[in-house]
């Protein structure tokens, strides 16, 4: 289950987080995008991933932060979230929207 930071402003999410982690649904992972922005406006908690991790393990989570764009770091985690039991594993990854593209990135992430 992929979730953008912009998503997680919503209630609705929450209450999935609840639901997955009261029925220990470990073979449950979710992915949430921390890029820091929504569709027009930096969101609530920026690049607050501890705030995150503290979330969604407060909803019976297994939270790992992860940098979002490093390919080996996310393997190792969803290797984690493999051998974890009796808890949905949920990845929280900071990045950077336009990462790596030659000018893309450039004032976007400065708003």
């Known amino acids: 289950c992929m979730l953008g930071d912009g998503e997680c402003a919503e209630g609705s999410n ?33 690049h607050s991933v501890d705030v995150y991790l503290a979330r969604v393990n407060a ?19 969803f290797e984690e979230a493999k051998a974890t039991k009796d808890k949905p594993t949920c990845l929280v990854c900071k990045t950077y929207k336009g990462y790596a593209w030659d000018n893309a990135a450039e004032g976007i992430n400065d708003l």
């Open 59 to 77: 909803f019976g989570w297994h939270g790992i932060v992860v940098d979002g764009h490093d390919v080996t770091a996310l393997i190792a985690a």
């Open 14 to 46: 929450w209450e999935a987080f609840s639901f997955a982690g009261t029925y220990k649904l470990d073979n449950l992972v979710a992915i949430l995008d921390i890029n820091r922005l929504g569709q027009s406006d930096p969101t609530a908690l920026q």
